[in-house]
């Protein structure tokens, strides 16, 4: 009896200590985050409870400026930038109610930076005419259906001038068509089924109109619904992609170097964003999820650590941070990620070149603190 006992103690023994030798000699160790790249530069107070960003060169001095749409307070703050990631003393411009989405272009023809925002409480776009140099002409108002959301800049009729894709909250996308001089004149409205915060233009079909896509986000009945542009900018449903997959910011990019617009959007539905390929039949492809941080609402796109493949910045509302994804060198988005600590709440993200050294940087929005910060591209470090 004390031999059996003695013999499966040691066959025991021997089992653990193999164990031990089979684990010692395994590498278990967790993939490595994208490499630290950015930096904190910078924290700029702006209004109260900024939720979107824009960037341009607003007074054509060859610097990157933002504007932050303040919801809170009813105004937007404007930095000018001094091209080495700091900025002139805020201006802050008081608006009609509830701003909430910026678009900064050339409206009239005269090569100045023009802006157009929403206000969602005042049920119109405003539009504000640049004079060249940080200042602007008088606020124009254009009349819309109740709240007013996301601003989809195209020349949707091919007159030459610049449209504007109205959506609204109930459920609708209205179309306002550019006269050139800053003026509008109302087209037809759309039903889109459900609300949408974000969307894209641009000719994905190569018929030589421009199409608008939409972020159509609801808990029972979301998708991405494409709005296939006809002569005289009028448009039809054609298709719906990336449904149930409840996308919120959608971003247009050609992210595989094919030439084609691809699509990145974030999603409210397991703090997923999602990849959508353009295929060369005019189709896209089948949305390819990865992951970011918690609650992703907003995204920007640049080559962070300059492999020449585009990485994604997303701000995470949840966790007080935005989220680096980088690429494997065979194009998936690579796990884990790389997170910044930002101010509370950031809703809105940018990315462009604050300080002219080719590298990009990031310009995130506290809607919590009232703040941006500035986070400066230092280069992969090896």
């Known amino acids: 009896m004390k031999w059996t006992v003695f013999r499966i103690a040691t066959l025991w023994l021997g089992l653990i200590f193999g164990l031990v030798g089979f684990w010692s000699g395994c590498d278990f160790s967790l993939p490595e985050p994208p490499p630290d790249v950015l930096s904190q530069y910078n924290t700029v107070k702006v209004g109260w409870g900024p939720v979107f960003l824009a960037h341009g060169d607003l007074n054509r001095d060859g610097n990157e400026d933002l504007v932050t749409a303040n919801s809170k307070d009813h105004s937007l703050t404007f930095l000018f930038g001094r091209g ?137 009945a979301s998708s991405i619904r494409i709005f296939t542009g006809s002569p ?45 390929p353009m295929g060369t039949n005019g189709k896209f492809g089948r949305p390819v999820s990865f992951s970011g941080g918690g609650g992703p609402v907003s995204l920007a796109i640049g080559d962070f650590d300059g492999d020449l493949q585009k990485d994604v910045v997303v701000a995470n509302s949840r966790s007080s941070s935005f989220s680096l994804i980088t690429r494997y060198p065979n194009g998936p988005f690579r796990f884990p990620v790389r997170d910044y600590v930002t101010g509370g709440t950031p809703l809105a993200i940018v990315s462009t070149d604050f300080n002219n050294d080719g590298l990009p940087d990031v310009a995130v929005a506290s809607n919590t603190e009232g703040t941006v910060d500035i986070f400066m591209g230092r280069g992969v470090m090896r």
Do not use: W
Request: aromatic letters at 8%.
């Open 232 to 276: 005289g900018g009028t448009f039809r449903q054609a298709e719906r992609i990336a449904q149930g997959l409840r996308c919120l910011t959608l971003v247009k990019e050609d992210m595989n170097g094919d030439g084609l617009y691809d699509l990145v959007a974030t999603s409210a539905k397991g703090d997923n964003l999602y990849y959508i």
């Open 84 to 220: 080495d990631g700091t900025f002139e003393p805020a201006q802050t411009l008081p608006v009609p109610v509830e701003p909430s989405f910026i678009v900064i272009t050339d409206i009239n023809h005269d090569n100045t930076p023009d802006l157009l925002f929403n206000s969602e409480g005042g049920e119109a776009f405003q539009v504000l005419l640049g004079k060249g140099a940080g200042t602007f002409h008088s606020m124009q108002s254009v009349p819309t259906g109740p709240v007013p959301l996301a601003l989809i800049v195209g020349d949707y009729n091919g007159d030459g001038h610049k449209d504007v894709a109205v959506t609204l909250t109930f459920s609708k996308l209205e179309l306002h068509f550019g006269t050139g001089d800053g003026h509008f004149k109302r087209g037809e409205t759309y039903e889109t089924g459900s609300r949408s915060i974000s969307g894209v233009s641009g000719d994905f079909n190569d018929d030589g109109h421009e199409d608008i896509l939409l972020a159509v986000q609801s808990s029972n």
